[in-house]
């Protein structure tokens, strides 16, 4: 069950939860949780980190997940560090959307390299092993 900090609430400081969200209210501070969903009247001058994170109204800072999805009333002030991201039509985006995360133990960047390296792997590790020789 989500944790919603309803539109008469107004945090300053970090917001912390082992579950999911629900933003109505106002937060000054940095929020994380496993699903964050920030409703249209809702704002939030932080940045936003969860496994799936839903934009309705507005961050002024950032958003960190691997999924990300603007709806058409979002208002998004900063970057964006995703693995997957949707933007509805309308959503305004001052910032940029970085798809990596920015860290190295995200498996869907390598994944297609690994795909394509598995399906030619035993040769190119042979060719590869050969040329290391020489």
Same mark, same amino acid.
Request: proline content about 6%; overall charge negative; aromatic content about 4%.
């Given at each position: 069950?989500?944790?919603v900090i309803s539109k008469a609430l107004k945090i300053t400081g970090e917001?912390?939860?082992t579950e999911d969200i629900q933003i109505d209210g106002q937060?000054? %501070? #940095?929020v994380r949780g496993v699903g964050v969903k920030i409703g249209q009247n809702a704002k939030v001058k932080g940045t936003v980190? %969860? #496994?799936?994170?839903?934009l309705a109204g507005t961050i002024e800072g950032k958003i960190e997940s691997k999924k990300v999805f603007?709806?058409?009333t979002a208002r998004m002030t900063g970057d964006v560090w995703h693995q997957e991201i949707r933007v509805e039509a309308g959503a305004y985006i001052n910032g940029n959307?970085?798809?990596e995360l920015g860290k190295s133990d995200i498996k869907p960047?390598?994944?297609p390299a690994a795909v394509t390296t598995s399906s030619v792997s035993p040769v190119s590790a042979?060719?590869?092993?050969?040329?290391a020789h020489h």
């Open positions: 069950m989500a944790s917001l912390e939860s937060i000054e %501070g #940095d980190y %969860g #496994d799936e994170v839903e603007l709806a058409g959307l970085k798809p960047v390598p994944k042979s060719s590869a092993t050969g040329t």
